[in-house]
T-cell receptor, first 111, second 114 residues
Framework: LAKTTQPISMDSYEGQEVNITCSHNNIATNDYITWYQQFPSQGPRFIIQGYKTKVTNEVASLFIPADRKSSTLSLPRVSLSDTAVYYCLVGDGAAGNKLTFGGGTRVLVKP | DAGITQSPRHKVTETGTPVTLRCHQTENHRYMYWYRQDPGHGLRLIHYSYGVKDTDKGEVSDGYSVSRSKTEDFLLTLESATSSQTSVYFC?????????????FGDGTRLSIL
């Protein structure tokens, strides 16, 4: 799997937009970009996935530039409950892939 | 959320004892996974299964074995637990095995080996 690099931590305030950028310089042609969210004492939860350009769902947006060497997860108007660790993963659809989460980005939303 | 139940949720045991963790799903998904999560290492894949009686090793499989005799159950066994296996263990499921298929995780089992 392509190696990813993301900031260790970020602080924000309620109501602000949080943008987390993930670098994946060695992304392969068939690779997708997937983001998971993990709250304390819970398993990771799928947030969003994309291949190119922009993807938006009810939780977040994912921006992927044309070269696909990075991606940005955007969380609009965060609340205290968005405090969590966010993981960026890159890989292809090969069966039995070995999902590697890395350290993730710890986001702290303050009142 | 996906119907995934891990048991037990917490366990404390002694070095050298056998330990079995159970993952039960109600989604009829083909793929099931066991991960461990440790500070500074993120989640690491131990073993996974791509069908009944079909399993394969992950990144950190030494000291662990798995079995899947039914679609809904995936067991992780530590034959002789060691302190280095103290960790939080997560089970996950997915319909197919590709990364573009999201995995759904259970709430974890916190295992302490003294």
């Amino acid at each position: 799997l392509a190696k990813t690099t993301q900031p260790i931590s970020m602080d924000s305030y309620e109501g602000q937009e949080v943008n987390i950028t993930c670098s994946h310089n060695n992304i392969a042609t068939n690779d997708y970009i997937t983001w998971y969210q993990q709250f304390p004492s819970q398993g990771p939860r799928f947030i969003i996935q994309g291949y190119k350009t922009k993807v938006t769902n009810e939780v977040a947006s994912l921006f992927i530039p044309a070269d696909r060497k990075s991606s940005t997860l955007s969380l609009p108007r965060v609340s205290l409950s968005d405090t969590a660790v966010y993981y960026c993963l890159v890989g292809d659809g090969a069966a039995g892939n070995k999902l590697t989460f890395g350290g993730g980005t710890r986001v702290l939303v303050k009142p | 959320d996906a119907g995934i139940t891990q048991s037990p949720r917490h366990k404390v045991t002694e070095t050298g004892t056998p330990v079995t963790l159970r993952c039960h799903q109600t989604e009829n998904h083909r793929y099931m996974y066991w991960y461990r999560q440790d500070p500074g290492h993120g989640l690491r894949l131990i073993h996974y299964s791509y069908g009944v009686k079909d399993t394969d090793k992950g990144e950190v499989s030494d000291g662990y074995s798995v079995s899947r005799s039914k679609t809904e159950d995936f067991l992780l066994t530590l034959e002789s637990a060691t302190s280095s296996q103290t960790s939080v263990y997560f089970c996950a499921i997915s319909e197919s095995g590709g990364l573009n298929e999201p995995q759904h995780f259970g709430d974890g089992t916190r295992l302490s080996i003294l």
